[in-house]
C-alpha cells in the first residue's frame, strides 16, 4: 500500500474525531512537556550539584595523603616537588591549588567554631569557588599573606567584621598545639552556602610557617575537558605513587550518588508519564478502530493486505505521537526558556544548600535528551498501536463487512 | 461454453458447511456452476438460499469446504489469504449492499485509491478515474464525500469503484437493496449498459425482481442447490416471476 494513501487516510482518521483525538493530544502535549521541563530542570539541578562539587575546595581530582580524609591533620601531608606537573601531558589542566588544610577553632569575644583552616596561595585559586567569590574588604595579598578570610555567615555567628583580629587553635607538625591571632582582611561570600561557615583561608606560606612545615596536604586540579579524568588520574597515581589519587565522584560521593538518582528520577517520571499515557493512547485507537471494523473489512475485502491494516493503525498512532511529541516538546521548551531566569528556591534554600545546589535553579535542555524523549515517545506510540491493530486484523473481512 | 478459458468462473462440486454449535449448516450442497466471459448472471432465491456464500466464494472473501472454485482458470483454494487479498484487488471488482465507502475521502478518492492500492501510476490513475466517473455520470460529484450523497449516488461511487480497475469479473451481492425502485432501475441499466458496452462479466445476488430483468441468465438457488437455470432473452422487461 502505497505510504502516501496510508497517510492520507491516517491523517483523515486523525480529523474525523477531533474531539477525542484532540483530547488525547493534549494529554500527549502535557506529559512530554512535563517530562522535558522536568527533565530540563534536573539536568539544571546537575549542572549546580557537579559545579558545586567542582568549585568548591575538591576540583576535578585531588591528590591526598592516605588517610587524610579519615583523620585530616597537618601530619597526613607531602612534599610537592618542584616538576610535579611534568607527569602530566601539558594542556590538560585549566588549573591546579595546592594547599595546606587543617582542622582548627576559631575564636572571637562572642563565640568558638571549628573549622577548616586552610593555606592557599590567593593568584592558584582560581580553580576554585574562591576565583570568583564575593568580597567585602580585601582578598590575601600572596601566599605569605598571615590574615585571613572568614565567610560571611560564620562572621556573623561569631559577631566580628573586617578588621578584627580572631584567635585561631591548631596542631603543629609536632602534635603541639600552636595559637596565633590573625586579622581579618574580608570576608567571602558564597551565596549563603554551607562553605562559608566551614572555610578560613590565609596564605599557604604563613600557615606552613606556624605549623612548622613544608609540605601541603592537598594538591586540587580543574581539568578543561571532564572526559580526560581517567587519562590524568592515571598519570598522576603513576607519579604520586603512595598517595591517593582521588575524583570528585570519589571524593564527594553524595553528589554522585544525587547525579544517579537524578538520572532514575527523570527516567521513572517519564516511564510513569509516558506508561499512563500509553494505555491511554491505546485506548483511544482500540475505541477509533473498533469503530471502523467495517470500513477496514471493505477495505480488505476489496484486496488491501493485512499487513497494510496493521501499517495504518501504526501509522495513525504514530502521528498522534508525533504532532504530540513536536508540540509538548516545544511546549515544554518554552517553559524552560520562560523559567530562564530560574526557580527561586531561596524559600527552602537551607535544606537545599545543603545538598550542594544553588538557591537559583535553571532549567538545563540538552539536545540528546530532548532527541531521546522524543525517540522514546515514538516507539511507545507504535508499541501502543499493535495491540489495536493486532485485533482488528484478526477479524476476518466476511466478519468484519457482517458488523 | 466449455473450457477454463472461456468461463471466467466456475465451481465443481462446492459445498460450504458452516458448523454451528448446535447442527452444522449446509449452505451449498455439491453445486457445479460455470460462467462465461461476458455474460450478466443474477442469482436469485430466497433469503437463506445460499446466494451470498457463493458470492462470497466466488470473490476469494470465503474458502469453499468441499470442491473447487476457479476464477479467470485460476484456483482459489489453496492459495493463502495475501495471494487472496491481491486476486481480489486486480481481478474482481465488488459492489456490496451498503456501499461502504470510505467516509473520510471523497467520491474520486474513494475511486481512485484502489488504483493506488493496485499501484499503478498517478498520471495513469487520475485518467482512469476521471474514465469511471463519467461512465457512471458522476462527474460533478466528484468532489463530495459519502456523506454528501444520496443512497443511489453513493451506489454509482461504488460502482466506479469496482469498474476502475478493469476487473474480469463484477460481484455485487444486492446492490439494490438499499435503493428506491427509481434508483435502482437506474442502477440496473447502468449495469446492463456496461455489460453490453464492455462486455464486463457481472455476477449478483438478489430477491429483488427489478434486478431480474436486466440479467441474461437466471439461476434460482434453494436451500443451497440450483434449482433452475434459464437464459433470458435480451432486453426482456418484463418477467413474471416473484
Ligand atoms: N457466517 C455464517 N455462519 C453460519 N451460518 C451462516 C453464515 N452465513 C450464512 N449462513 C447460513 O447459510 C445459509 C445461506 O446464507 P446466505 O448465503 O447468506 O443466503 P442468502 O444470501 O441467499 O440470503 C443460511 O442458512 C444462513 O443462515
Ligand atoms: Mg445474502
Known amino acids: 500500500m502505497p505510504l502516501k494513501l496510508l497517510l492520507q487516510l491516517s491523517g483523515r482518521n486523525i480529523l474525523r474525531h477531533r474531539r477525542r483525538n484532540g483530547m488525547m493530544l493534549a494529554a500527549l502535549v502535557v506529559a512530554v512537556a512535563s517530562v522535558v521541563l522536568m527533565n530540563g530542570l534536573i539536568r539544571g539541578m546537575q549542572r549546580d550539584m557537579a559545579d558545586m562539587a567542582v568549585d568548591n575546595l575538591v576540583g576535578h581530582v585531588k591528590v591526598l595523603a592516605p588517610g587524610y580524609r579519615d583523620d585530616p591533620g597537618v601530619q597526613r601531608s607531602f612534599a610537592l ?93 609536632d ?45 586540587s586540579m580543574r581539568l578543561h575537558e571532564e572526559s580526560q579524568l581517567p587519562q590524568v588520574k592515571a598519570a598522576l597515581a603513576a607519579s604520586f605513587a603512595g598517595l591517593d589519587v582521588l575524583d570528585w565522584r570519589e571524593l564527594q560521593p553524595q553528589a554522585a550518588a544525587m547525579f544517579v538518582y537524578a538520572d532514575a528520577a527523570i527516567f521513572i517520571w517519564f516511564l510513569v508519564m509516558m506508561g499512563a499515557l500509553a494505555f491511554g493512547l491505546m485506548n483511544t485507537l482500540i475505541t477509533s478502530i473498533m469503530e471502523r471494523v467495517r470500513e477496514l473489512g471493505m477495505l480488505r475485502a476489496l484486496g488491501l493486505r493485512g499487513r497494510s491494516v496493521v501499517a495504518q493503525v501504526v501509522l495513525e498512532s504514530s502521528l498522534l505521537m508525533l504532532i504530540g511529541v513536536a508540540a509538548g516538546v516545544v511546549l515544554g521548551w518554552l517553559l524552560a526558556q520562560a523559567l530562564g531566569e530560574g526557580i527561586d528556591l531561596s524559600l527552602w534554600a537551607e535544606g537545599v544548600e545543603s545538598f550542594g545546589m544553588r538557591a537559583v535553579l535553571r532549567p538545563i535542555l540538552l539536545v540528546e535528551d530532548v532527541v531521546l524523549i522524543a525517540a522514546l515517545s515514538l516507539v511507545l506510540g507504535v508499541a501502543a498501536s499493535l495491540y489495536p491493530a493486532w485485533r482488528v486484523v484478526r477479524i476476518k473481512p466476511l466478519e468484519a463487512l457482517g458488523r | 461454453m466449455s473450457g477454463e478459458e472461456q468461463s471466467v468462473v466456475r465451481c465443481v462440486g462446492v459445498s460450504r458447511i458452516y458448523e454451528q454449535a448446535a447442527a452444522p449448516v449446509r449452505a451449498l450442497r455439491n453445486l457445479d456452476f460455470e460462467m462465461a466471459r461476458g455474460d450478466f448472471v443474477s442469482l436469485v432465491g430466497p433469503s437463506g438460499s445460499g446466494k451470498s456464500t457463493l458470492l462470497n466464494l466466488i470473490g476469494g472473501l470465503d474458502q469453499a469446504t468441499e470442491g473447487e472454485v476457479f476464477v479467470d482458470g485460476v484456483a482459489l483454494t489453496g492459495l493463502n489469504q495475501t495471494r487472496l487479498a491481491d486476486m481480489r484487488l486486480h481481478k474482481i471488482g465488488f459492489v456490496f449492499q451498503s456501499y461502504n465507502l470510505i467516509p473520510v475521502l471523497s467520491a474520486r478518492e474513494n475511486v481512485e485509491f484502489i488504483l493506488q492500492l493496485q499501484g499503478v501510476r498517478s498520471a495513469v490513475r487520475t485518467q482512469r478515474t476521471s474514465e469511471a466517473l463519467a461512465a457512471l455520470a458522476i462527474e460533478a460529484l466528484a468532489h463530495r464525500r459519502p456523506a454528501e450523497l444520496s443512497g443511489g449516488q453513493q451506489q454509482r461511487v461504488a460502482i466506479a469503484r469496482a469498474i476502475v480497475t478493469n476487473p474480469v469479473l463484477l460481484l455485487a451481492d444486492e446492490p439494490s437493496a438499499n435503493l428506491d425502485s427509481a434508483a435502482t432501475g437506474e442502477l440496473l441499466k447502468l449495469l446492463r449498459r456496461l455489460n453490453d458496452e464492455r462486455g464486463l462479466s457481472i455476477l449478483t445476488a438478489t430477491h429483488d425482481p427489478l ?30 416471476m416473484p
Open chain 1, 81 to 173: 616537588a618542584a616538576d610535579w606537573r611534568s607527569a602530566l601531558a601539558p594542556g590538560l589542566l585549566e588549573g591546579w591549588a595546592a594547599r595546606l588544610q587543617v582542622p582548627a577553632v576559631v575564636i572571637s569575644e562572642r563565640g568558638t567554631r571549628g573549622v577548616r583552616l586552610v593555606g592557599v596561595h590567593p593568584v592558584r585559586e582560581a580553580v576554585s569557588f574562591l576565583g570568583d567569590v564575593e568580597m567585602a574588604g580585601e582578598f590575601l595579598q600572596d601566599a605569605g599573606d598571615g590574615r585571613i578570610l572568614v565567610g560571611r555567615a560564620l562572621a556573623e555567628q561569631l559577631e566580628t567584621a573586617v578588621g578584627r583580629r580572631l584567635v585561631i587553635i591548631t596542631e603543629g607538625v
Open chain 1, 175 to 219: 602534635g603541639r598545639s600552636r595559637e596565633a591571632g590573625f586579622r581579618i582582611a574580608g570576608l567571602y561570600d558564597a551565596d549563603g552556602t554551607a562553605l562559608e561557615r566551614a572555610f578560613v583561608f590565609t596564605g599557604v606560606e604563613a600557615l606552613q610557617k606556624m605549623l612548622g612545615t613544608e609540605a601541603v596536604t592537598e594538591l
Open chain 2, 211 to 240: 434486478v431480474m430483468r436486466y440479467a441474461k441468465r437466471r439461476m434460482r438457488l434453494r436451500d443451497g442447490a440450483i434449482v433452475k437455470d434459464s437464459a433470458l432473452s435480451p432486453g426482456t422487461a418484463t418477467d413474471p
